[in-house]
């Protein structure tokens, strides 16, 4: 007896061929080039002679930039010959150290000149840390729920239980440095400015502050950073452009940085008043700090730094130093290339005229 035909009930097998189209195909014109030494070599030369000039430039911008760098962070309290600042606050928690640091500027700061603080050891990097923040506060839509990116520094205990929200809320608003620098010149202060040190994008695109008073809007209704002993409306009181959720400090602290050793714009020379119009003189200075800012834990360090700046911006050597080291390489490869090729090639004729007794090296 025959067997029936089994029926497949209209089920078809889906093919797995790709379509018939040049793309998937892979036939597609394509273009590859070929590496011969009429090529090649020009490539190492002419990058050679050009990379070299363009790092000697770089390099001769880099070192008209004046910087002068002060590590303070062992520096030795005001009225103390063996305690530092350092040790002083993780004593004193929440309290501040005063300690001053002469120092002496051998050669004039021509131009505009600019004050950083530096931190090392510092990661600023990391994916929580860079995370924990909540954008529509510091645009100033203020919600009573921060968002939860900012956990654990989202909500403050208060004295009768309830959770106050914080504002602004994150790990980096938290950790905003706030050691305060002066300069004093022959007993002079060196009149400096808070303002013009963030990136106007920044300022006028992601940081805004709610309608009406700050202080009507925030008080006791959101909390502080636990970090801060200021609240967010006496960041800068005496003006109203750079206060609050538009405080420079805090704007230029926000925008994290990328290495774990970095420097950030802390304040910009008036350049309006007598005797700093056209910089800063050489002569005896000193550094006054209001020392707050915790770093022997995570055995990090802190700098103040004075610079000018080039037409290509701070000073940086490693730029300059790459392009020549690379012109250099790329030279010495071409020479040498070029050597191998006029000992070792052979001639168009002889590459053409091959036959069965042509050695096979």
Known sequence: MASQPVETQGLQQK?????????????????????????????????????????????????????????????????????TCSQYIVQN????????????????????????????????????????????????????????????????????????????????????????LTLDYNSTPVPLLNTGIAWPSDKQVKFRNPQGSLEAVLKDKYAKPKFWSKELWELDPNNPDNNGFQNEDLIVWMRTAALPSFRKLYRRIDHSKPNFENGLKSG???????????????????????????????????LGIAYIVVGCICLILGIALLIIHIKCSKSNAEMINVNPRTPYS
Not at 134 to 143: A, C, E, K, N, T
């Open 15 to 83: 093919s797995k061929r790709p379509s018939d189209s040049a793309f998937k195909q892979q036939r597609l014109p394509a273009w590859q080039p070929v590496l011969t030494a009429g090529t090649v070599l020009p490539t190492f030369f002419i990058i050679g002679i050009l990379f070299i000039p363009v790092g000697v430039a770089l390099l001769y911008f880099s070192d008209e930039v004046s910087e002068y760098v002060i590590d303070y962070t062992n520096c030795l309290k005001t009225g103390e010959s063996n305690l």
């Open 93 to 180: 928690v929440s309290s501040s150290c005063r300690c001053e640091i002469p120092f002496t500027l051998e050669k004039d700061f021509v131009g505009n000149v600019f004050m950083y603080y530096g931190l090392s050891n510092y990661y600023q990097n990391h994916r929580r840390y860079v995370k924990s923040r909540d954008d529509d506060q510091l645009l100033g839509r203020l919600s009573p729920t921060p968002s939860t990116d900012c956990v654990p520094f989202a909500y403050e205990d208060t004295a009768t239980g309830a959770q106050m929200p914080i504002a602004p809320c994150g790990a980096i608003a938290n950790s905003l440095f706030n050691d305060t």
């Open 284 to 318: 005896q200075y000193k550094l006054l700090i209001d020392y707050q800012y915790p770093v022997s834990a995570f055995d990090g360090s802190k700098k103040m730094i004075l610079s000018t700046t080039s037409l290509l911006g701070g000073k940086n050597p490693f």
